[in-house]
């Protein structure tokens, strides 16, 4: 059943997350805090919000970092967060290092999941931290008509065994890895369900729409829940 909320999350791990992720890694008015894909900008302004950090948001969507710049605004910590469009494949934070980055939404999935974990470490200071949420499938035999719903040529996804292996090869340790609990999956539903409804922008696409709409009719109809889950992460630079 989908849940109403108000938040701006996209993806089932919402802002307990984000403060679970700060609170391993000791974020505090002086730590500097990198979001690799902040999406609306709601989880970098639930950071700035609650532990008065200062962020760097990065989004590759003009759409999505003028919203995120109003809601930070809205919020009163716009002061705290630089939003940036940016091409993720084409920065380089490594002159600046971070205590924190985030990956939320599967933004891993995006930049391919080794080279995301690469670029993170590298923008990050020694020890720093590192946490992601992204799309697993729960079992290596997901049935063909889950998998071509949610699995394509360009978003390719791992099991958390195989995750586990990329977090290895990462140099990287794991302090925290777990999957979202359902209760996520229904209020990012509920709100791709609101989106849905939009006139202009990205969800206004009837592409979009029917492709989002088999997505939560497969996940809940057809017991796609059974073999697609959210593993969330929470990383520690080696070194």
């Known amino acids: 059943m989908i849940k109403q909320q108000i938040a701006y999350y996209t993806s089932p791990a919402g802002k307990e997350f984000s403060f679970a992720a700060a609170r391993f890694a000791g974020i505090n008015p002086s730590s500097r805090v990198l979001d690799m894909g902040c999406g609306y ?7 700035a919000s609650e532990f008065r950090c200062k962020i760097t948001a990065c989004d590759y969507s003009q759409e999505n970092v003028e919203f995120a710049r109003k809601l930070a605004v809205k919020r009163n910590v716009s002061h705290l967060i630089d939003f940036q469009k940016i091409d993720l494949t084409k920065a380089d934070f490594s002159k600046t290092p971070y205590e924190l980055v985030l990956a939320e939404g599967g933004v891993l ?30 079992s290596d035999r997901v049935p063909e008509e889950i998998k071509k719903i949610f699995e394509h040529d360009i978003y390719q996804y791992e099991t958390e065994q195989s995750y586990r292996k990329l977090i290895s ?18 209020n990012y539903y509920a709100h791709i369900a609101r989106r849905l409804e939009d006139e202009e922008g990205f969800f206004a696409d009837k592409r979009i729409k029917l492709a989002f709409s088999r997505e939560i009719d497969t996940f809940y109809r057809f017991e796609g829940y059974r073999y697609v889950g959210y593993l969330f992460g929470v990383l520690r630079k080696k070194k």
């Open 41 to 47: 900008g709601e989880g970098a302004c639930n950071l």
């Open 109 to 138: 999935s995006y930049l391919s999941r080794p080279k995301g974990l690469q670029m993170a470490s590298c923008w990050l200071c020694p020890r720093g931290w590192f946490a992601f949420s992204d799309l697993i499938f729960l």
């Open 169 to 186: 090869d990462a140099d990287m340790e794991t302090h925290f890895l777990a999957l979202v609990p359902p209760s996520g999956w229904d």
